[in-house]
């Protein structure tokens, strides 16, 4: 299966507050798993990555969690800020393609 | 640098037009990309260029055509377009082949095209 199911769609955050996104895969043959942040008008750029052999990642605010059992995987940004409201899309980098989830539209209340 | 440049920003076009979408990156990579990017959806994959070779065209309409003419630079020419065509282009580019599952790419800032 070739499918990365995310959610929420969006999310509404207080500054400060700690934002949550979750994904969810069924191929077990994903090896690496990308979050791209992308600001309105620019092209995503990746934001942090996790391989399946660690159960967490953790880049300044921006921490993954993965359940390799459950097959899911989370981004936490910690103490939020106005400055993180994007969109964030999970990725799992197919045989030939990258495979995205639909995306959260994330927007940190000031 | 890590930059993907793309030009122009922003296009207008009617129908019975013919323009391009520019690209170039100066980061060595071998693998460009195409993507479309409907508002409130993920980019889609059009096509790939792996060290200046066509290696996946997604099924795209033949009035999109890409053109590769060396490795630093990736073209999309665009022929007799239908108004659902509007959309954000982006190009893209990763180091190698681009079937390592590793490859981080970088996405350039888009065209965002709209087709009257």
């Known amino acids: 299966q070739q499918q990365v199911k995310q959610s929420p769609q969006s999310l509404i955050v207080q500054k400060g507050g700690i934002s949550i996104i979750n994904c969810a895969y069924e191929n077990t043959a994903f090896d690496y798993f990308p979050w791209y942040q992308q600001f309105p008008g620019k092209g995503p750029a990746l934001l942090i990555a996790?391989?399946?052999?660690?159960s967490e990642k953790k880049e300044g605010r921006f921490t993954i969690s993965f359940n390799k059992s459950a097959k899911q995987f989370s981004l936490h940004i910690m103490d939020s800020q106005p400055g993180d409201s994007a969109t964030y899309f999970c990725?799992?980098?197919?045989?030939?393609?990258?495979?995205f989830g639909k995306g959260t539209r994330l927007h940190i209340l000031p | 640098d890590t930059e993907v440049t793309q030009t122009p920003k922003h296009l207008v076009m009617g129908m019975t037009n013919k323009k391009s979408l520019k690209c170039e990156q100066h980061?060595?990579?071998?693998?460009m990309y195409w993507y479309k990017q409907k508002a409130k959806k993920p980019p889609e994959l059009m096509f790939v260029?792996?060290?200046?070779?066509?290696?996946i065209n997604e099924s795209v309409p033949s009035r999109f055509s890409p053109e590769c003419p060396n490795s630093s630079l990736l073209n999309l020419h665009l022929h007799a377009l239908q108004p659902e065509d509007s959309a954000l282009y982006l190009c893209?580019?990763?180091?190698?082949?681009?079937?390592?599952?590793?490859?981080?790419?970088?996405f350039g800032p888009g065209t965002r095209l709209l087709v009257l």
């Open positions: 980061m060595g990579h071998r693998a």
């Open positions: 990725a799992a980098p197919g045989d030939d393609k990258i495979i």
């Open positions: 996790i391989r399946p052999d660690v």
């Open positions: 893209a580019s990763s180091q190698r082949s681009g079937t390592s599952r590793m490859e981080t790419q970088y």
């Open positions: 260029y792996s060290y200046e070779k066509l290696s």
